[in-house]
């Protein structure tokens, strides 16, 4: 796409907005091999792609909570496309796949998280199915990488135990469906417990536990799940979990 030293085309933008939000703000390194993979993409070098990563952390509104800003050398082209994009997901994967499908590309950013998936044998599956694997990887990089990579109740950080869940499920919120900040990052015995309603997450951010698990006898209920009643979640670097998800899932899912 654009040589080296040349304005960001608006196309370069739109991938480079793609990988911001679905690499660790921390990893957002010249030497991290997905940051690597943008650069040769679109014909630039890693130290030019981590630079426009870090101008994207400059308007992320999770890491200005946080005390983190990103690089302050900021263009208006930046911005333009931050407000564009941001929390328009299906806008910003689908013009990203059509990029990317321009250029040839057939490395699917980013590359430490990529997990094995098994096209379906019959043309109109294995289309259907390949669209929603594209849209719902995105929604599982973005929460992934927005929490490190862990567990938000046990902080387990094993990637093939971790699960991106939606807070509103996917089948009840179609608007929400990508949202990064209608997700958790939670391992599989905490996602199963969220969703069946064993488990919540507050307005301050804390775990809530069922009195139906409280009551369990097991030691292994006890030492997993109700343990962690009234701690603080891990927070996200990124798409904090938007309170009116949280409100509802408390309301129509939790069993109190």
């Known amino acids: 796409m654009g040589e080296y030293g040349t304005e ?8 480079a907005f793609h990988a911001y939000c679905q690499i660790p703000f921390a990893k957002t390194k010249a030497s991290n091999p997905d940051v690597i993979a943008l650069a040769e993409l679109i014909g630039r070098t890693p130290s030019s792609a981590a630079r426009k990563l870090g101008n994207f952390g400059a308007f992320d509104p999770t890491l200005a909570q946080k005390g983190i800003s990103g690089l302050q050398h900021v263009g208006k082209s930046d911005k333009a496309i931050w407000e564009e994009f941001y929390g328009n997901w299906d806008a910003l994967v689908r013009e990203s796949q059509t990029i990317r499908a321009k250029l040839g590309a057939t490395v699917v950013l980013p590359l430490e998280t990529v997990q094995p998936f098994r096209i379906p044998e019959r043309a109109t599956e294995r289309l259907g199915t390949a669209k929603q694997r594209v849209y719902q ?4 990089r973005s929460v992934l990488a927005s929490y490190d990579a862990t567990c938000c ?10 699960v991106a869940s939606h807070i509103i499920p996917w089948s009840l919120d179609v608007k929400n469906r990508l949202n990064p900040e209608n997700g958790l990052c939670l391992c599989l015995l905490h996602d199963g417990a969220f969703d069946r309603g064993l488990l919540a997450v507050t307005d301050t951010f804390h775990i809530q536990i069922s009195k139906s698990a409280k009551s369990s006898r097991s030691s292994f209920v006890q030492d997993a799940i109700v343990q962690y009643d009234s701690r603080p979640i891990f927070m996200p670097r990124r798409f904090r979990p938007r ?12 069993v109190a």
Do not use: A
Not at 153 to 162: A, E, H, M, N
């Open 8 to 15: 960001w085309s608006r196309e370069e933008l739109i991938l």
């Open 137 to 140: 990887d995105f929604f599982r």
């Open 153 to 162: 109740v046990c902080q387990c950080d094993l990637s093939p135990l971790l």
């Open 243 to 254: 309170q009116e998800f949280l409100d509802w899932h408390g309301k129509n899912v939790f």
